[in-house]
């Protein structure tokens, strides 16, 4: 895998990219408070027959982080689009997580639904709703980070306790204590870093604002939506909304498993995704 960073928009842009340039292209997107290393698995898998290049969008991961950026769905989307032109993508997959799936989803209806040749939304957002607890309280911690950043870095000393760890991130996994504690330690580093902390409620803003449901009939490319079945973050009724909206997309739920498949069941997460793909 090849890591660096590319200039959108007068920004700094951090991406991996792995497999050949001949090879079918891949875009791969991340959600709010993650990085692009939520797909490392996923492009090991992937490399030997696509040219993946997943990148940490403006505000988050190892990306830029400037005060007065626009972190908008759809801002998002066009930088994203944007990555994609730099790397001579004519027409690409485009996979997103949570926020992520956010992202693609538009981006494939709107920005490019001729370039899109291929969508995978992994547990991705559609209607802009997130679970009760996290919409509830969550987003109270971050809309309080924004005011005292330092609150960032108390969480992320506290988090380096386990249950502590457990209980702040129990949206994420449907058992967390079953992973490898430090499995998800580089997760927790990136979602719990102070830099996020004005770049995150302005994203989150917009993701609430963003409801998608009317665009899912614009999207002409095949559709793969995967959801954990027991996501703690966005509701499994977007995926059944997503598969509502557009009956030819294929639904994959994975049994015992929350808001990372790519983490939880990784296997019952990539055979799905290389039989579409391929």
Request: proline share 5%; with cysteine.
């Amino acid at each position: 895998m090849l890591m660096g960073n590319i200039e959108i928009d007068g920004s700094q842009i951090a991406y991996t990219q792995a497999g050949a340039d001949s090879n079918p292209p891949v875009l791969l997107l991340h959600g709010i408070t993650s990085h692009r290393g939520v797909w490392s698995r996923t492009i090991e898998r992937l490399q030997s027959n696509f040219h993946c290049v997943a990148i940490d969008h403006l505000g988050f991961g190892d990306s830029d982080k400037p005060k007065g950026a626009d972190y908008s769905i759809q801002k998002q989307a066009e930088r994203a689009l944007k990555v994609a032109d730099h790397f001579g993508f004519d027409k690409f997959i485009v996979m997103g997580h949570s926020m992520g799936g956010q992202v693609a989803t538009y981006l494939a209806a709107t920005l490019a639904p001729q370039r899109v040749v291929k969508l995978v939304s992994v547990d991705g957002v559609v209607t802009g709703e997130l679970s009760a607890s996290v919409q509830n309280f969550k987003r109270l911690l971050i809309v309080a980070g924004e005011r005292i950043p330092a609150l960032y870095r108390s969480m992320h000393v506290l988090c380096s306790w386990k249950p502590a760890a457990y209980m702040a991130f129990d949206h994420w996994f449907y058992k967390p204590a079953e992973l490898p504690f430090e499995a998800w330690a580089v997760d927790r580093d990136y979602a719990l870093n102070p830099g996020i902390a004005l770049s995150t409620p302005r994203a989150w803003a917009s993701l609430n604002a963003n409801n998608l449901t009317c665009m899912l009939k614009s999207i002409a490319a095949p559709t793969l939506v995967i959801f954990g079945a027991q996501d703690g973050t966005v509701p499994v009724a977007q995926a059944y909304l997503f598969k509502q909206r557009m009956p030819a997309a294929q639904l994959v739920l994975i049994n015992q498993c929350g808001h990372f498949p790519m983490y939880e069941n990784f296997e019952a997460f990539i055979q799905p995704v290389k039989e579409f793909l391929q």
